[in-house]
């Protein structure tokens, strides 16, 4: 309760109260008004403007306005009959009144906008009658039992009751609702003509009405033309105000004892009929304006829509010519003129198919004879038409046979410019085939796939490889229609293949040569392919493989290879014959050489173990350049490999007096290396070291781990490399010109060996150097160590 | 009592290798058989059950791992040391698996050894069998 309290006090605002106020003040001005005419009952009178107010004022602003109504009603009845009763049940009979009228209007005559329908006046005029009859009812009956009138003359009260809230609701309130909705502005356009005219109308309803009621000019239905005049001329509010004005005139006269309505010593009926009068003259012409209105807005609503229509054919870039049954045009749109240069008016009367290339005319005249056969029908056809400056663009064009109807009786054929849309698509066709082309004639066998492995495409080269025929693999899955062989001859399951890897990796992927491609017939053949991922948006969504057939290039490294190991023998076989011999001259066993034919002998042996290291150098060189050595890592000690090949030089260090200072941490982690390799470069550095050192001299083996991995130094104090030779000292063959002067058998693949080997397994190589100071080599391998590199062939 | 000497058979084609290698190890004092090719070398190997045998690869009329595996078939040739020497190198696919197959106790290069690093390895290899 005391919530609802507190929200019911929040809605008091001041303006709701000033609303109150002048409800209040017009209620009881029009009340005193109305009942200073009561003839039959000091409270019943034959005309009750309050009602109009009552009820205009309850549709505008809602029921809260009631306690205005009740109050003036009591006001104007308490100080008219004097009994404080009766007053309040009659102020409460008018209160309902108006709240049944503006529940009835509000509910089924669209409240304030009750006057926009003929058919919702006619239900606002039943509304108010309705209310009246109960307000009535109340009324007389409270009057009665409070002994202000008497059971006698009932109806007599009754009816005057009614008509005068008729009269007076179907008056006023139409009058103030109108003008309530209506913004009030004054028309700043002064429109001479128009002000005059409103001047003249009303001129007229005021001359007409007195002129009637004054008794000099019986007929009393002159006021309709007045009213229907202005009600075509003007608007609602000037027939409310002109009706209203008619109402009071009558009133005034009529109760002076003049007019068509006034019965001499019966005041009373005659007001009856006044109200009667004008209730009928308002009703009629708020349902005529209501019609007027209908009629403006729907005629409104049908030039918007028709403007809508007209723009949006005259704007489209689609361009609209009609076609009558000669085929001629006889409307062309606006946007003709873009499409073909013409402006419209050129085009009409002119004979369609004018406008047609030559070689596209007989075809579009048998399309069209066949559209004009078929009434309603629709046809669709592309053809080249000419333009003004004699260009000839493809249109589209849509005829539609529109001839029986009578609105158009035409062909109606809207088109459009799709040279450009043709162009293009001739551009695709002709890169389509260029494509395919290319496909044909490519030597690598092609195939597409999508991201699970299904075939989309495949070129000829493919096709003979595999010995299938292109229908045999498109559509199919890759890994059932071509199956795949590692080199032991295992059938590779799906998830094994270069494919999965690349559809997870998304990166391209070149197979090394040990993958076979089976064939149907159970024959099959090594391939090398290049895999690369097709990616959408960054998605992948399928993949494509080039291959190649390489039996032939396995061959012909076969061959290589075989040669040079064939070479390599037989040049070793003389060399081996040559040396043994002199090591059994050189021993002594067969009785001593003099010295000077020992010295000979030494010099041939030298130079036939040079012989020997430069075939070994040549047959490592060649590996590596087939790149078919083998590096299989295992678990080594780097320390155990650098003191074997230091064991290797020891005469030789000896000899030259040089100090090897190693430098090595007691625990070394083991070096995942392939030991033979990794002997190869340590050799090869540690023997270029001592080379080039000086007498009395120190190297320095230093091997070190840290976060990146194993890092070797071999550091000299020799002949350093001059700088113009430290590009090319990795170069095969190459020999620095310093290092020429102090060993003339070096044969110039020791450094190109070792970055060979230190590239192809993840390894480098580098150095700083001095000349004439000397030089630090620099071996570094990743933590992992060496990578594991399948091949053919062992270093050794 | 002096030892008895113990015999190695050389297979070699080449005949100044033959010599030359024979010389050498009856030098050091050793007995030696000497085939010139694969049908003979096994031959007098399953004749004599030589001690140690020096193998030849490429040799004609039969050659050294041919040879070898016809040994390997033998009861007692299935342990006999042999020691290949030869020119070619160990870099086929078919040479790897047939040194696996026959476990040769050495697989030594001519031109990368000395006489007398023969003899070291001969005599290691016999030092390992008396064990």
Redesign the interface.
Same mark, same amino acid.
């Given at each position: 309760m005391k919530k609802n309290l507190l929200l019911y006090l929040k809605d008091f605002t001041f303006r709701y109260l000033a609303l109150l106020i002048i409800v209040f003040f017009a209620y009881t001005f029009a009340g005193k008004l109305g009942l200073s005419l009561a003839f039959i009952n000091a409270s019943s009178t034959a005309i009750w403007p309050p009602t109009g107010i009552a009820i205009a004022v309850l549709i505008l602003f809602g029921r809260k306005v009631w306690p205005s109504i009740f109050l003036g009603a009591f006001l104007v009845n308490v100080t008219t009959q004097g009994n404080i009763a009766t007053s309040i049940g009659i102020a409460l009979g008018n209160t309902l009144e108006a709240l049944v009228a503006a529940y009835l209007v509000n509910r089924f005559a669209h409240g304030k906008n009750a006057f926009d329908h003929a058919v919702d006046v006619s239900k606002f005029t039943g509304s108010v009658l309705f209310a009246a009859m109960v307000s009535a009812t109340i009324g007389v009956t409270t009057l009665i039992f409070g002994g202000y009138a008497s059971l006698s003359n009932f109806w007599q009260v009754w009816f005057t009751w009614i008509f005068g809230d008729v009269g007076g609701a179907l008056i006023i309130a139409p009058f103030i609702i109108i003008f309530g909705i209506h913004k009030m502005r004054i028309h700043l356009q002064l429109n001479l003509v128009k002000i005059a005219e409103l001047f003249l109308f009303f001129f007229l309803v005021i001359l007409t009405s007195q002129s009637i009621f004054s008794g000099n000019f019986p007929f009393d239905y002159f006021v309709y033309p007045i009213l229907v005049w202005g009600a075509f001329r003007f608007g609602r509010r000037e027939i409310t105000t002109g009706v209203l004005l008619i109402a009071l005139i009558a009133v005034w006269y009529t109760v002076h004892g003049t007019g068509p309505f006034f019965l001499p010593h019966d005041v009373n009926r005659s007001l009856l009929r006044v109200a009667f009068y004008v209730s009928v003259t308002s009703f009629s012409l708020l349902a005529i304006c209501a019609a007027l209105l209908e009629r403006k807005q729907a005629r409104k609503g049908l030039e918007v829509s028709e403007k809508r229509f007209r723009s949006l054919i005259e704007k489209s870039f689609d361009a609209f010519v009609l076609i009558d049954a000669a085929s001629r045009i006889s409307y062309a749109s606006p946007s003709v003129k873009q499409l073909l240069g013409y402006a419209p008016e050129e085009l009409v009367g002119t004979v369609g198919f004018n406008l047609v290339a030559q070689e596209d005319r007989n075809f579009t005249m048998k399309e069209l004879a066949k559209l004009v056969l078929k009434p309603g029908g629709v046809i669709t056809i592309e053809y080249r038409t000419i333009t003004k400056d004699k260009k000839v663009i493809w249109v589209e064009a849509v005829g539609t046979n529109l001839l029986l109807d009578p609105t158009v009786a035409a062909v109606v054929v809207n088109f459009r410019d799709i040279t450009e849309k043709k162009l293009s698509r001739e551009r695709i066709e002709k890169e389509k085939v260029e494509d395919e082309a290319l496909l044909k004639s490519i030597g690598e066998g092609m195939i597409a796939t999508d991201d699970t492995g299904k075939i989309t495409l495949v070129n000829d080269a493919a096709c003979e490889m595999l010995h299938m025929k292109k229908s045999d693999l498109i559509g199919k899955n890759i890994a059932e229609t071509v199956p795949m062989q590692d080199g032991e001859g295992r059938t590779l399951p799906p998830e094994e293949r270069p494919m999965a890897k690349v559809l997870e990796v998304g990166k391209t992927i070149v197979t090394s040569p040990h993958n076979y491609y089976m064939r149907p017939d159970k024959s099959k053949f090594p391939v090398r392919f290049t895999l690369t991922p097709i990616k959408l948006n960054n998605k992948i969504v399928g993949t494509i493989e080039i291959f190649r057939d390489i039996t032939k290039e396995i061959e012909v490294d076969k061959a290589k290879s075989e040669f040079v190991s064939l070479a390599s023998h037989q040049l070793r076989t003389p060399l081996t014959t040559i040396n043994w011999h002199i090591e059994r001259l050189m021993a002594n066993e067969l009785g001593k050489m003099p010295a000077k034919q020992k010295e000979y002998v030494q010099v041939i042996y030298h130079a036939s173990l040079r012989m020997v290291a430069l075939i070994n150098a040549l047959l490592n060189a060649s590996r590596l350049e087939l790149g078919t050595f083998i590096a299989e890592p295992t678990a080594v000690s780097y320390e155990s490999v650098i003191d074997a090949v230091v064991a290797d030089f020891k005469s030789d260090v000896q000899r030259r007096k040089i100090k090897l200072v190693k430098k090595i941490p007691a625990h070394l982690a083991k070096f995942s290396a392939d030991p033979r390799l990794l002997t190869i470069i340590v050799q090869n550095l540690l023997s270029n070291a001592i080379k080039y050192s000086k007498d009395n001299t120190e190297i320095v083996i230093h091997v070190s781990s840290d976060e990146k991995g194993f890092v070797l130094e071999i550091m000299d104090h020799g002949v350093g490399i001059p700088k113009d030779a430290q590009k090319h000292i990795f170069s095969k063959m190459f020999r620095a010109d310093n290092a020429k002067e102090i060993d003339r058998d070096g044969t110039g693949l020791g450094l190109y060996i070792v970055k060979s080997i230190a590239d192809a397994t993840g390894g480098s190589i580098s150095f700083a150097s001095v000349e004439k100071k000397g030089t630090t080599f620099t071996l570094r391998y990743p933590k992992t160590g060496m990578q594991r590199k399948a091949g053919t062939k062992e270093l050794r | 009592m002096a030892e008895e000497k113990k015999i190695v058979l050389v297979v070699e084609d /080449?005949v100044?290798?033959l010599q030359? @290698?024979r010389?050498?190890l009856r /030098?050091s004092g050793f007995a030696t058989f000497q085939a010139r090719d694969g049908e003979e070398g096994l031959s007098l190997a399953l004749a004599h059950h030589p001690d140690v045998i020096l193998l030849d690869l @490429?040799m004609p009329k039969m050659d050294g791992m041919t040879m070898m595996s016809k040994l390997r078939q033998d009861v007692w040739g299935k342990k006999v040391p042999v020691i290949i020497l030869?020119?070619?190198?160990? #870099?086929?696919?078919a040479t790897?698996k047939a040194i696996i197959a026959y476990q040769p106790a050495y697989y030594l290069?001519?031109?990368?050894v000395? @006489? #007398?690093g023969i003899v070291e390895k001969i005599q290691s290899v016999l030092s390992k069998k008396d064990k």
């Open positions: - | /080449e100044p290798m030359v @290698l010389d050498k /030098e @490429l030869t020119n070619v190198s160990a #870099d086929t696919d790897i290069v001519k031109s990368d000395k @006489l #007398d």
